[in-house]
């Protein structure tokens, strides 16, 4: 089964080459995962590309019988926290609980990267989810566009 996250919205456009989008992944994306790890393609950073913001907040906390912990971390395969680091799904829903970018990444005039959400669970396989929404909002320039 292919995983994909929900893409809702752009919800800007900033100029040319500058955008954001929030990504959305509910708990029943990941019910057919048969492990305690899943790999969400987000979407592709062009060459150049630079994300200078982006924040992941959860707005139904995820559970699941066995579950003790649940983390979601959003980067590239080989370095899945590249962008932002844990943050805990399985705590109550607050203001507070959620994870921002501490500086810009960029792909340093590499190939294009996939960037991708990646969701862990402690006690049972995410098959076992029973509830559980988190967002990821991400806002890129692609320097190569004319602004």
Known sequence: MALTAQRFEQAAALGTGVQITKFTIPYTELTGV??????????????NGVIFWARSKHSVAFAGPSISDASF?????????WILTDLDID???????????????????????????????????????????????????NPTTNV
């Open 34 to 47: 048969a492990d305690t790890t899943a790999t969400v393609p987000l979407f592709t950073l062009p060459a």
């Open 73 to 81: 971390v959003v980067g590239k395969s080989g370095t899945t926290n």
């Open 91 to 141: 705590a109550a829903v607050a203001d507070t609980t959620l994870v921002h970018l501490n500086g810009p990444t960029s792909t340093v005039g590499a190939a294009a990267v996939g960037i991708i959400a990646t969701v862990g669970s402690t006690g049972a396989n995410l098959s076992v989810l029973t509830a559980g929404s988190v967002d990821v909002w991400i806002c890129w320039f």
